[in-house]
T-cell receptor, first 115, second 114 residues
Framework: AQSVAQPEDQVNVAEGNPLTVKCTYSVSGNPYLFWYVQYPNRGLQFLLKYITGDNLVKGSYGFEAEFNKSQTSFHLKKPSALVSDSALYFCAVRSDTGGGNKLTFGTGTQLKVEL | KAGVTQTPRYLIKTRGQQVTLSCSPISGHRSVSWYQQTPGQGLQFLFEYFSETQRNKGNFPGRFSGRQFSNSRSEMNVSTLELGDSALYLC?????????????FGPGTRLTVT
């Protein structure tokens, strides 16, 4: 079985400050990890992924994430937050064992960036 | 390339009725997955189709079914609707290029069951 935990329901940060949205996972086999963002009344938008290779992956809109195998974490980061980053963020995992694209999502973290 | 499209965007049905939702994947994507999003349960995987075959299935009752056509378009059907089926239903397509495992989501169909 695979699972994802996003321990914070909401993260508040001031514009211009760095932001971190936390994610830990559990999966058998090697993990494929993803971050998605959802704006109100919209579908999910892909931000970045970790499949293999460098532990620091860069994605869209200046976001990056750090894969830490020993801590089974994949935290989303951005050096300087924008008000427009305010949205709901989801971490997701799938295993590299077995076929198929089943993603298991975390419960989501609401990011609020204030002026 | 055009993104994933879903129709209809909004739907209101009555308990006991059935509903069919449609999804057109990104051109060239052969994998289509369906997810249900509710405030209480979050995002839950329903099923995945690849080359017209169901490849994965989540923990949903048999009232939820799907299919995929030869052009990769997919439909999902929910029979005997219950109030708890009210949700945003999201379709996602994925390329079959090795290493490209990300899924691209459509805008969703908002189903309200009254």
């Amino acid at each position: 079985a695979q699972s994802v935990a996003q321990p914070e329901d909401q993260v508040n940060v001031a514009e211009g400050n760095p932001l971190t949205v936390k994610c830990t996972y559990s999966v058998s086999g090697n993990p494929y990890l993803f971050w998605y963002v959802q704006y109100p009344n919209r579908g999910l938008q892909f931000l970045l992924k970790y499949i293999t290779g460098d532990n620091l992956v860069k994605g869209s809109y200046g976001f990056e994430a750090e894969f830490n195998k020993s801590q089974t974490s994949f935290h989303l980061k951005k050096p300087s937050a924008l008000v427009s980053d305010s949205a709901l963020y989801f971490c997701a995992v799938r295993s590299d064992t077995g076929g198929g694209n089943k993603l298991t999502f975390g419960t989501g973290t609401q990011l609020k960036v204030e002026l | 390339k055009a993104g994933v499209t879903q129709t209809p965007r909004y739907l209101i049905k009555t308990r006991g009725q059935q509903v069919t939702l449609s999804c057109s994947p990104i051109s060239g994507h052969r994998s289509v997955s369906w997810y249900q999003q509710t405030p209480g349960q979050g995002l839950q995987f329903l099923f995945e189709y690849f080359s017209e075959t169901q490849r994965n299935k989540g923990n949903f009752p048999g009232r939820f079914s799907g299919r995929q056509f030869s052009n990769s378009r997919s439909e999902m059907n929910v029979s005997t609707l219950e109030l708890g089926d009210s949700a945003l239903y999201l379709c996602a397509s994925s390329p079959t290029v090795p290493g490209s495992y990300e899924q691209y989501f459509g805008p969703g169909t908002r189903l309200t069951v009254t």
